[in-house]
């Protein structure tokens, strides 16, 4: 079964070659929790893979416990946006397997910050990865931007589909979060300041969260009010959370409000030190590098392994990945960043 492989050529095609996508997972809680991040499809086109962080693994421990997930891939104005509901099966039983995966799929030239390979293969804390397979279960799509106001076309996977499953779960518990957290009008200051737009997920009537961009956006006393497309297939309303790129999000409960949706918020999720300086993703601070180096050691001692060896080459991209490095090297258009900009431990 593959979805994406029935799609019409243009939107095929668009998501072969696309960086970023938002990926929304549901918490313990039943919030939605977008975290921006880069995608990889299998070669076959059955699964859009992600991957998380070992030392960060909370995108990939609730995608074990709820596999409900949901992905937005949107690239310029002009642009198809995709939007999909999808099983995810997370796979962490070969570490080492997943960061040669990782780094056949998307290599390290988005994030580099022009440092050489030698140097970027010290930064083992971001190179150790947590590998999340999704299937998609319905694919919704617009021809551009504009066209999001409309009724989108729409593939359902077949009523008998079968979804893979998840490695078995690791012993003990996920530590929390390492990372800072500040009061919510204070990060929602910075983030008007520094990000030009925001996502809002919501969960549709089946629980599948649903990330989608907002045309605006303002801070009220309550929270923010967002001015939505028209034509969503879901309604946004119930837990939510807003997430401004990744850099900042909140959480809290979303319902109509005129013509627009108001999102009361509860809180702000920590912020990771990269949010800050990007750099910080292959060159941490000391205190980041020991932090993160330290949730890496018990993260790997959970799935009783070691922590996993870097390749002193880099191993071959694979077919897609070649697309994907066409793209960023076109300066095409993409509207998020690296999961690192927004690991989340909620």
Known sequence: MSGLNDLPERIRKF???GVVAEFATVSAAGVPIDTPTYYFPSDDLGTIDVATGLPNPAKAERARRDPKVGLLIEGAADEPVVAIHARAAVRDADL???????????GFKGISHGVTWAQAREAVTYWSRIIIENTPERIWWWDNQAALDGPPQVWSAPAAAAYPHSDPAPSGKMQPSAWPVRPWREVAADALARVPAAHLSVLDEHGYPSPMRARAIELVEAGFRLTMPRGLPWVCEGQASVTFAGFFTFIGEASPAGDAVLVRVERAL????STKDTKEVLQPS???????????????QRRGQSVPPVPVELPPTTRLAKLRQARIAGDAPITGISEEMGNRTT
């Open 286 to 300: 000391e205190d980041t590098r020991r932090k993160a180096t330290a949730r890496l050691e018990y993260e790997a």
């Open 15 to 17: 998501v072969e070659s």
């Open 96 to 106: 080492a397997a997943n960061t040669v995966r990782y780094l056949s799929e998307t």
């Open 270 to 273: 920590p912020e990771h030190p």
